[in-house]
């Protein structure tokens, strides 16, 4: 391969990565080549210019989703030809099946034309043989308590659901398991347990969808379409539903989703944030990638706020340190300003653009 194509960039981004040593999580910038995996420290506004670590993608084995950690459903793990495993999280389902979808690509080139193509995470087929599939094992699988799908609780319109699960961790099991080789196939299984009264929709979106929808469409491959077993099969706990005020908050339709840098109001340092921009109440949340945790660090409503995009030329007033470039300013109704950075002018331009949309 050419040196000048060994260095081109291919897709570049932040994903949360663990560490080797000391499994912890830390936000780091990707920038995916032909032959490797690099990722680097992103401080201070810009990208460190010495890199942290690399992935190298010659025989590589790519798992995607791998649902192991249970507070992060958005891992790939990588394992490289030397039996090294690498984790990786990105900031929403399909910016991980975009990432793994590159990589897989990636990899099948370094294999050659008689290598074995890695997964087509959108692959089109004709689906399982359901006659083959024995519907009472895979729920079974699905209920085990140690190996099975994790239930916890969800939001939706206001309301907090107990004991239940999403559609889209539905397919992403089906898959991780290898019941169903794409989500396709995981889509027609999980729409055959529905039909067959094994699995119940939960919540406004998901039960909509069974009233309305033709029969292969009910089942919905969807993070906020909430499903759960069916009463005789329940072994964790009912399903139940209770509003508070931060389930209000927190359960709006999820618009835009994204890693962004912000400056702290104390200390004024920067640092990388996945932030979730809600409708229906329309607020922005952000959270902590490093935590486990999956409630929000900070938030606030987008009623009556102010967003401006800030000049590239220079350090813009209320910015500590020599940050410039892709930043922007939020000011809220009680007068309290966030001062936030993109990755790219791009995606500057589209947050901006969908704040705006909602205050």
């Known amino acids: 391969m050419e040196t000048g194509k060994k260095n081109t960039t291919l897709r570049e981004g932040f994903l949360v990565k663990r560490g080797h040593l000391v499994h912890n999580w830390k936000p780091r910038w990707f920038v995916l080549t032909p032959e490797k995996l690099l990722y680097y420290k992103y401080d201070g506004g810009k990208r460190d210019s010495c890199q942290r670590g690399k992935i190298l993608l010659k025989e590589c084995e790519i798992t995607s989703p791998f649902l192991d950690y249970e507070n992060r459903p958005l891992v790939i793990k990588l394992r490289t030809k030397n039996g090294v495993d690498h984790f990786l999280e990105a900031c929403s389902r399909e910016e991980r099946d975009d990432w793994a979808g590159d990589i897989s690509a990636a990899v099948d080139k370094l294999r050659g034309p008689e290598g074995v193509k890695g997964p087509d995470l959108q692959a089109t087929t004709t689906g399982p043989q359901l006659h083959d599939i024995n519907m009472i094992k895979?729920?079974?699988?699905?209920?085990?308590?140690?190996?099975?799908?994790?239930?916890g609780t969800h939001l939706e319109h206001g309301s907090t659901y107990s004991n239940c699960f999403s559609g889209s961790a539905v397919v992403d099991w089906l898959v991780f398991t290898q019941l169903a080789l794409t989500r396709v196939e995981a889509l027609t299984l999980a729409s055959a347990l529905q039909e067959e009264g094994?699995?119940?929709?939960?919540?406004?979106?998901s039960v909509?969808?069974?009233?309305?929808?033709?029969?292969?469409?009910?089942?919905?491959?969807?993070?906020?379409?909430?499903?759960?077993?069916?009463?005789?099969?329940?072994?964790?706990?009912?399903?139940?539903?209770?509003?508070?005020r931060s389930a209000v908050e927190l359960g709006g339709k999820v618009i835009k989703r994204g890693f962004l840098l912000k400056q702290g109001h104390r200390r004024k340092n920067w640092k990388v944030r996945l932030f979730v921009l809600r409708s229906e109440p329309a607020y922005l949340h952000y959270y902590d990638p490093t935590r486990d945790d999956i409630s929000p660090v900070g938030g606030f409503s987008l009623r009556a706020c102010l967003v401006s995009s800030l000049g590239d030329n220079g350090v813009p007033s209320g910015v500590k340190g020599n940050i410039q470039g892709n930043l922007f300013k939020i000011i809220t109704q009680e007068d309290t300003h966030y001062f936030i950075q993109a990755p790219t002018q791009q995606q500057k331009t589209d947050w901006i653009d969908a704040?705006?949309?909602h205050t």
């Open 355 to 357: 704040i705006r949309q």
């Open 138 to 151: 895979v729920l079974e699988s699905m209920n085990d308590v140690h190996s099975g799908i994790k239930m």
């Open 198 to 205: 094994f699995l119940w929709p939960v919540g406004l979106k």
């Open 208 to 244: 909509e969808a069974l009233r309305t929808a033709g029969l292969t469409e009910q089942f919905m491959d969807d993070s906020t379409a909430l499903y759960s077993f069916s009463d005789s099969l329940k072994k964790r706990g009912s399903v139940k539903a209770e509003t508070s």
